[in-house]
């Protein structure tokens, strides 16, 4: 079997590279960049990739891979931080310079590894780039402000400033389609096997013929392709639960429940913790403080819930939909830590239970999309929105009050309620208003009044890895904004949020 090895410099990207790799047909996976010799020779090495990172070459700290994987015989390609560390490597000159972000104008050289990206701007995410280059090196792509690729093709070493791999990079998978075709020589015959048999008969595994499973569903189509993964692998031997933490959106404690009883026909507890949540929250306004009082209030509600069910002493697990970019954001071994996803970072270490399943760990939501309708799970539910564990926590700017949540309740329904009478809730990827703590000045009724700014944030993206905010046609726009004003007391203003991620991130907290 081929197989490319993607080491791991802690970019946010590297496991997208790594799935880029198998969708063209080759099997790849993501090592520490500690990996032994042995682990990445493993069977039909066909090349190497080294992904971007948040250090510059120069750094005393800076990541670094053993020599090694410079000597294996196969084609090396650098990514951003990887490119900077060959040609650091190999004798060529770093410096941090213009920074580019987002779209880049380039011009394309004539190599190989370019073929077809008659494209006219890439993606680019760097403050540092390649000044001078190593002996024996050629640039063969340009932007204004650096050198965005180079290739020897004797030492058979290659790198790309930009990141090939977002959806952002217009044909971006040409560049890994040439590395593996014209560059590695690959076949690329490899087809994934039935994902969700694969996953299914690792539950089992790992759960053990006699161990329970408390799923917590959030009403999101991670936790419920997570659970219906676990209930075709142990059955009743799964319990589900879910909690109302007083952070939903309105009626969706109600609309949630009555779905996975109704239509999923889970057995289902639903538990009402609104006041524990709100309580622990009152007058915290630092945003990691917030994710991980709630990290650790939904354990100590589940480990509660698990109590209730033991009848005899077995070994309980919690099932989680975590996917791969909240884990990535969380921070790894060796990624930058983004912020803590209540179901990465946020959670205590003494848990009470024997351990986590997160069989979605490895997969991007567009994955468990295509995942959730091969288990038939209904059509509606899995092209429903993202809605993150921490609900509308992390869209109160500062410290939580039940009048700010009712003022974003309500903005919220509003615009959700345009977006849907517009047809435009397939095409976003997500929208949600923000309280965002401003109050300013305005004149209503000829009264003058000093009231809340809501911020609308509505953005387009494949994974939620990179994303850009979604043009929304003015006209929506400005009925949204009115209708907010006119309908929500307190609010005097509304502002649209144009920021892509990076540098933004979706969530403003
Ligand atoms: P950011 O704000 O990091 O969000 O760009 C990326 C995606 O993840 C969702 N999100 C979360 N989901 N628990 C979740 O289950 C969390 O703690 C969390 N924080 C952010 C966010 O809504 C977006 O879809």
């Not at 760097?126 to 204004?144: K, M, W, Y």
């Not at 008969?201 to 013929?209: D, N, S």
């Not at 007058?283 to 939904?298: A, D, L, N, W, Y």
Request: hydrophobic share 40%.
């Amino acid at each position: 079997m081929e197989r490319v090895v993607v080491i791991d410099f802690g970019g946010q990207y590297n496991q997208l590279i790594a799935r880029r790799i198998r969708e063209l047909g080759v099997y790849s996976e993501l090592l520490s960049r500690n990996a032994s010799r042995e682990q990445i020779q493993g069977q039909g090495l066909s090349g190497i990739i080294l992904t971007g990172g948040p250090d510059s070459v120069y750094d005393p700290e800076a990541k670094t891979c053993p020599s090694y994987i410079f000597e294996m015989g196969v084609p090396v390609l650098g990514i951003c931080y990887g490119m900077q560390y060959i040609a650091h490597i190999f004798g060529g000159t770093i410096q941090a310079g213009h920074r580019e972000y987002a779209d880049t104008p380039i011009d394309m050289g004539d190599h190989p590894l370019m073929a077809g990206m008659d494209v006219g701007y890439v993606w680019m995410n760097h403050n540092d780039s390649v000044t001078a280059l190593p002996e024996g090196f050629q640039a063969i792509a340009r932007t204004e402000h650096c050198i965005a690729a180079f290739a020897n093709d004797e030492k058979r070493l290659y790198g790309t400033q930009f990141h090939a791999e977002v959806a952002h990079t217009p044909k971006g998978i040409l560049i890994f389609e040439n590395f593996l075709k014209k560059i590695c020589h690959c076949a690329c015959t490899y087809k994934p096997e039935n994902l969700a048999d694969t996953l299914v008969e690792q539950i089992r595994r790992q759960v053990g013929p006699k161990g329970r499973v408390l799923g917590a569903l959030s009403g999101g189509v991670d936790s419920t392709v997570a659970a219906a993964l676990v209930h075709r692998a142990i059955g009743e031997r799964l319990s589900c639960v879910f909690v109302d933490h007083g952070l939903l959106r309105q009626n969706e404690a109600e609309e949630v429940a009555a779905f996975y009883r109704e239509q999923l026909g889970l057995n289902l507890t639903a538990v009402n913790a609104k006041e524990r949540f709100l309580s622990k929250l009152a007058g915290v306004s630092e945003p990691e403080q917030k994710r991980k009082i709630i990290g650790t209030e939904f354990v100590r509600v589940f480990e509660e819930e698990t109590r209730k069910l033991k009848t005899q002493d077995e070994d309980w697990y919690l099932l989680q939909g975590t996917i791969y970019p909240d884990v990535i954001e969380s921070g790894t071994e060796s990624s930058a830590k983004i912020k803590s996803h209540h179901n990465v970072g946020g959670l205590p270490a003494d848990m009470g239970f024997v351990g986590l399943v997160e069989p979605l760990r490895m997969l991007f939501k567009d994955e468990v999309r295509a995942l959730g309708e091969s288990l038939g799970i209904p059509h509606d539910l899995v092209w429903r929105q993202p809605f993150p564990g921490p609900g509308l926590a992390v869209r109160v700017l500062g410290d939580i009050t039940e009048e700010k949540l009712e003022i974003l309740r309500q903005s919220d329904a509003i615009l959700r309620e345009e977006i849907r009478l517009a047809g435009l809730q397939e095409q976003i990827w997500q929208y949600f208003t923000v309280f965002t703590g401003i109050r300013s000045v305005g004149v209503m009724g000829d009264q003058r009044t000093y009231d809340y700014a809501i911020g609308v944030r509505a953005v387009t993206s494949t994974d939620a890895m990179t994303v850009e905010w979604a043009e929304i046609p003015y006209t929506v726009l400005r009925r949204i904004s009115s209708r907010i004003i006119a309908e929500v007391s307190h609010v005097n203003r509304v502002v649209y949020d144009i920021t892509s991620k990076p540098p933004g991130t979706i969530e403003w907290e």
